[in-house]
Every structure is written in structure tokens, then in C-alpha cells.
């Protein structure tokens, strides 16, 4: 099967120029050191944020997959920390990636009226890096981080193979890992830079390079010629079928961050290296009808992988069982390097669940570890409006005017089938409250509304992320 079809394939390149400043570099190269147990190395910060695109926590073996998907992945933890609980802020791509981005929730992602324009007052963590002495590239691979939507800011290099949704004509993880660590071959060994890939390989339509689940003889692909979402009834042997591609897909992609891992080894880069591997939201394979993403905020299309990898793997082996969130990313990258956080940041550094507080960061550690952390997903992209909001293991489920409709308790409950909502009105109105102090009502704060008339070829990429059936 031909994988990437030159002549279909769009590709962006962008260079802005290099960012370089010798006192910065000195004084990132100490901030780094200093999360590590060891001695400074002389090498200077490499930040590796590798974001796959449609993978659930729930299948990753290091969060309980079973079959050995994703063995790199588990060696990073191992090596690393590993977060069991960690919420995307939607189940797309675009509002997910921007509030990892930006460390806002997708409410407070756009410009007004701006057909999903990142607001130009945010300072995603790439700019803050950039101004910083930063060296930034981004390396993604979706339509939905185009640059018309500004989540590019900051990055001085990019290069985007924005092929409409459609994975087996994108390019993939392992030729967007070899972009990215030749783009780093380009750079001067004492630059301190900023590596943001996305891969794309595990996106609808299942389509795995290699087929290793039993059921490949039924074939090796499953294309999208029904509406994905749908709640068809289909018979388990077909269902894991469906499943068995798609972790073959996974399977590519962790081999791909293996190669990444292996081809920062190879260039005296690793040791230094801050990584973080976490994915822009879950895939739902039939745990509440249907399959894909970006309709329900269900555990599996919103719960994801969030693995942070110190330099010389100080405090490798540490697991937080604490909920947190995707907002969390962003001031976690800056705190660990010793950068300010920009006041606009709604998430908290993660840094106090491993470090001791010291002088410098006892404020900031308890700040963090008093107040129960409140998760928030919205901003789906089909099916009814939904936001979900979370505190510990309570999980409310509301509509677009914030009215509860399902209340769960995912330590009893964690496949989201008992709705206590009846049961426990108490519970669903303090998470209620929470939520609207998150994202304001309806009439205050109103949900992103994409207004596509004025963008067909946007309209129509995004269409076949809604209704993939649709012949192209
Ligand atoms: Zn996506």
C-alpha cells in the first residue's frame, strides 16, 4: 500500500529564523540541571513534546493495555513519570491542541468572531519559549493545526503536511520523526530548542502499515465508508477487528517515538532532554456505541497518556494518581526550564507531585496541592453539545446550558454506565457550579461557535472529520 501520495500531499514550510541568546542558553542549561538529581551536563535543553493524535489512555500498555502496544511509550515511564488520570479539554484536535497550547480551556481559546482564531492576548508555552532563546519547530500533521487557526505561534520553523484528514495520505510518524531530528541536525549543538511533533497514524481510517492483530485476515484496512460515531450494530469478532487496526496504528506510532528516543541518543541530545508524550484525545471503540472521536466527552475519547521525561531521567518511576489536566502541560514545561508563567495560564505546574518544596517553590507547590484540581471538557465537533466537568472521581455531564444529565463516580464506575444523577443531586450541583466558574453560562461565555460559511475548504475538511463516509 502506497502510504503517501507525493502529489496529494500539501506541504508548508516555514522558516521565520533562528533565535539565539548566549546569557539565556547559560541560565536554561542551570534551570534544567536543577530538576535532576545530577550535576549539570554541558549539553544544552532539547524540549520534545510528542503529541499523538486518537490515542486513549486505555491503550497504552503502561496504563493496562494488554498485548504490549506501545513498549517505548511504557520504557519512557519507566524513566520518567507517568500520570494514570490526565484530561484532554475536548475530543478533537483543535480545541484540545490549543488548550495544551495555551493553557486555557477551549472557551477561552478564540478571538471573537474569528471562525476559531487563537486570541492573540494568550502566549501559548512555544512563544514564551521562543522569546526566551528558544530555538522552535513544529512538525505536525493535521488540517486542523493549519496555520489559519494561529496555534503556530511561537514556533520560528514548521512544517505541516496538511492532508484533509486522512491518515494514509499524511505523512507519517516515522517521517515526521526523521523531519524533525533532521531539522535539529540544522542546529548548532548549544542551541536550546523546542521539538513539537504531532502524528497522525492513528487517525481514522484504520489504516496499520504493519497488521498484527489476529483479525487481519478479514483485512487490512477499515476504511471509513460508514459514518464513524454511528451506533450500527456490529458483532464482537468485527469489533475487535476494528480495534485490532487501530492498535496496530498505535503500535506504528510508538515505534516511531522508539526512533525519536533512539535518534536523540544517537546525537548526545537525550541525556538533557525534557520529554513529554501525551496524545491530543481518546478514540472511543465502541464503549458507548459508536467509534472515533469528537462526540461524546466519555472517558475514552477524553482520559489520554501523559508521560513527562526528565533530564537524566531524575525521579524515573513516579506515578501520579492524581487527576490532571491538559492546561497543566504548559506551565509544567516552563517551571521545569525556570521561565515566569504568563498570567493568562489557567493550569498549574505539575512539578510539586514530584519535587520537594524548596525556597523557591513552596508558594507554588501548596497552591497545588491544596486546591482539587477541576477538569473540564466542551467544544465537541458532532453529536449533541456536551461538557463534562471533574473533581477527584466525581464526573458530571451536562448539556451546552449547563444542565446536569449524567453523573458519574468513575472509582466504582469507571466505564461510565450507572448515571447517579437522581441518586446524588448534591454532588451534581457542586460540580455544576464549578463548572460554570470554568467556562461562565451559556449567556456569558458562549461556546466557540465555528462559523464555516465564509471558509468551504475548511468547512469541507472538517466535514469529513463529521460525516467520513462522505466520498471524496
Ligand atoms: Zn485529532
Known amino acids: 500500500m502506497a502510504r503517501v501520495d507525493p502529489q496529494r500531499r500539501q506541504h508548508r514550510r516555514v522558516n521565520r529564523g533562528m533565535r539565539f541568546t548566549v546569557a539565556v542558553i547559560a541560565l536554561l542549561s542551570a534551570a534544567v540541571a536543577c530538576t535532576s538529581k545530577e550535576p549539570p551536563g554541558s549539553a544544552p535543553p532539547v524540549i520534545v513534546v510528542f503529541v499523538v493524535d486518537s490515542w486513549s489512555a ?32 475536548s475530543s478533537w484536535t483543535l480545541p484540545s491542541f490549543g488548550s495544551l497550547l495555551a493553557s486555557v480551556v477551549p472557551t477561552a481559546l478564540w478571538e471573537p468572531d474569528s471562525n476559531a482564531r487563537l486570541r492573540a492576548s494568550l502566549r501559548p508555552f512555544p512563544r514564551v519559549l521562543a522569546d526566551a532563546g528558544y530555538d522552535t519547530f513544529a ?33 507519517s510518524a516515522d517521517e ?32 496499520p502499515l504493519r497488521v498484527t492483530n ?24 468485527t469489533k475487535l477487528w476494528i480495534e485490532g487496526l487501530h492498535v496496530d496504528e498505535i503500535r506504528a506510532v510508538d515505534a516511531a517515538l522508539g526512533a525519536l528516543v533512539a535518534g536523540l541518543e544517537e546525537r548526545g541530545r537525550f ?88 525556597p523557591g517553590n ?37 448539556d451546552d446550558a449547563r444542565r446536569p444529565l449524567e453523573l458519574y463516580d468513575l472509582a466504582e464506575d469507571p466505564e461510565e454506565r450507572d448515571d447517579r444523577l437522581d441518586r446524588d443531586p448534591e454532588t451534581a450541583e457542586r460540580l455544576r457550579a464549578a463548572l460554570v466558574r470554568w467556562v461562565g453560562t451559556a449567556a456569558e461565555a458562549p461556546s466557540p461557535q465555528f462559523s464555516l460559511a465564509d471558509d468551504p475548504d475548511l468547512r469541507d ?12
Open 58 to 89: 486505555r491503550h497504552a500498555g503502561c496504563y493496562g493495555a494488554q498485548g504490549d502496544p506501545t513498549p517505548n511509550a511504557d520504557a519512557l515511564a519507566a524513566r520518567g513519570i507517568r500520570f494514570e488520570q490526565t484530561w484532554a479539554h
Open 139 to 171: 512538525c505536525w500533521n493535521s488540517s486542523l493545526l493549519a496555520p489559519r487557526f494561529g496555534l503556530d505561534a511561537g514556533f520560528a520553523s514548521e512544517d505541516f503536511d496538511v492532508f484533509p484528514s486522512r491518515n494514509d495520505f499524511t505523512r
Open 176 to 207: 515526521t520523526v526523521r523531519d524533525a531530528l533532521a531539522w535539529l541536525d540544522r542546529k548548532p549543538e548549544e542551541q536550546p530548542v523546542l521539538l513539537s511533533l504531532h502524528v497522525f497514524d492513528s487517525h481514522l481510517s484504520y489504516t
Open 214 to 237: 489476529e483479525s487481519g485476515a478479514r483485512g487490512d484496512r477499515f476504511e471509513r465508508g460508514v459514518p464513524a460515531f454511528d451506533a450500527t450494530e456490529r458483532d464482537a469478532e
Open 271 to 358: 541525556e538533557n532532554a525534557l520529554i513529554v508524550v501525551t496524545s491530543a484525545h481518546g478514540e472511543e471503540m465502541f464503549e458507548h456505541g459508536g467509534f472515533g472521536h469528537g462526540h461524546s466527552v466519555y472517558e475514552e475519547q477524553i482520559a489520554v497518556p501523559l508521560i513527562v521525561r526528565l533530564p537524566r531521567d531524575a525521579h524515573a518511576g513516579t506515578n501520579v494518581a492524581e487527576l490532571v489536566r491538559h492546561i497543566d502541560v504548559a506551565p509544567t514545561i516552563l517551571d521545569l526550564v525556570g521561565i515566569e508563567t504568563p498570567d493568562s495560564y489557567q493550569g498549574t505546574s505539575l512539578r510539586a507531585f514530584w519535587a520537594a518544596p524548596t
Open 362 to 398: 513552596e508558594a507554588r507547590t501548596a497552591g497545588s496541592s491544596n486546591a482539587p484540581r477541576v477538569a473540564v471538557a466542551e467544544s465537541l465537533i458532532a453529536g449533541p453539545q456536551r461538557k463534562a466537568v471533574r473533581i477527584g472521581d466525581d464526573k458530571l455531564v451536562t
Open 461 to 472: 475538511r472538517l466535514d469529513a472529520v463529521a460525516h467520513p463516509g462522505r466520498a471524496r
